[in-house]
């Protein structure tokens, strides 16, 4: 129950009003049993260091950050975890004691947990990414950690695929310096022939674009969205993993499609916990969350 020593937390984005944050993070706060309330808070770009500021100044026990901010909560802040400085985003901001925030990145971490709870070896596996947005940064850092073979990541614009390439480059040279193994990454365009040589030997898909994606019945015509056309997913070899951000529909068209030809199907549902379950780590000290009260609720929500 809310009372006058409840403390909050916060998702500060723009939209916020589909996140399913609140909904997992208030499940998981009241089986802790700590007196803190989870706020989606929208938030515009250019009212940011305010809010932040007046954050802190209540004593805000910790903030997520999403869409459209995380790259400008990286340039404000002044304490970055190492990861939140390495892909220039931040998705979780923790109060120091000095009355300012560190800004760290928990979506690896999030990406990482349902790949690393299967029982695949990933060194040296061949991995394609669809995309190259916002979330595909921390998907690339997060297969560099798993030290697979190669990543050719498949785009649409070649303005945005030539910028992302740029990037991993210039991050690449710091891996060198510190002598870190690294994976060679490539990419290519939707129109280039190339791509089907790259899907058809690849061991792990990821799905990083919208496509696919419907948030309410007005858009259920992307429920049958396939990103590319549906006859290279025949192309592919038997039993990959094809692993899709998505998380609603749960399934989507992809998945389906993926599990009637006997892949490892992965959706985006457990990497959206395991980010909020290591942002709930760092806000309060504690190791034991309850991870599985964070899936019930998101589960509710997503049903609702
Ligand atoms: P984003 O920054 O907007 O990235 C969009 C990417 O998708 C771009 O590479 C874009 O290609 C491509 N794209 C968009 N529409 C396309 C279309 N119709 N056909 C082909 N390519 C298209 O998005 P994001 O923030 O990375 O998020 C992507 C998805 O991941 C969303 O569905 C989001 O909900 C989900 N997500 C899930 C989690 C989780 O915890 N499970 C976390 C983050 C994101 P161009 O460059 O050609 O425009």
């Known amino acids: ?25 208030n499940a998981a706060l009241a089986e802790m049993g700590l007196n803190w309330c989870y706020l989606a ?45 390495e892909l220039g985003a931040v998705n979780t901001l923790i109060p120091t ?95 280039d022939p190339k791509l089907k040589k790259y899907i058809s030997s690849a061991d792990l898909i990821v799905n990083t674009t919208p496509v696919g994606m419907s948030t309410s019945p007005a858009q259920a015509i992307n429920k049958n969205q396939l990103p590319l056309e549906e006859k290279i997913w025949k192309t592919v070899k038997p039993k990959i993993t094809f692993y899709d951000l998505i998380y609603t529909p749960r399934p989507t068209a992809w998945l389906r499609l993926g599990a009637e030809h006997g892949h490892q199907c992965i959706d985006g549902l457990e990497m959206l916990i395991e980010q909020g379950a290591a942002s709930l780590r760092l806000w309060s000290g504690i190791k034991d969350i309850p991870i599985n009260v964070m899936k019930n609720a998101a589960k509710v929500s997503l049903r609702t």
């Open 1 to 25: 129950m809310i009372d006058a020593k409840t403390s909050i937390l916060g998702l500060l984005g723009q939209p916020v009003g589909h996140s399913l944050s609140p909904a997992i993070h």
């Open 41 to 85: 808070l929208s938030c515009k770009t250019n009212d940011l260091t305010k809010i932040l500021e007046g954050l802190r100044c209540v004593e805000c026990k910790g903030l997520n950050i999403t869409i459209p901010h995380k790259q400008s909560v990286a340039k404000i802040c002044k304490n970055l975890s190492p990861l939140a400085q």
């Open 97 to 191: 004691e000095n009355g300012e925030w560190k800004g760290a990145n928990t979506d690896v971490e999030g990406f990482l947990a349902p790949l690393k709870t299967s029982e695949i070896d990933w060194k040296s596996k061949e991995v394609v990414v669809l995309g190259c947005g916002g979330s595909a940064r921390a998907v690339i850092a997060g297969l560099q950690k798993l030290e697979v073979s190669r990543i050719t990541i498949l785009n649409r614009s070649e303005k945005n695929l030539q910028m992302f390439l740029s990037d991993i480059e210039m991050h690449q040279a710091n891996q060198k310096q510190l002598k870190i193994r690294k994976s060679q990454v490539t990419g290519c365009l939707y129109k």
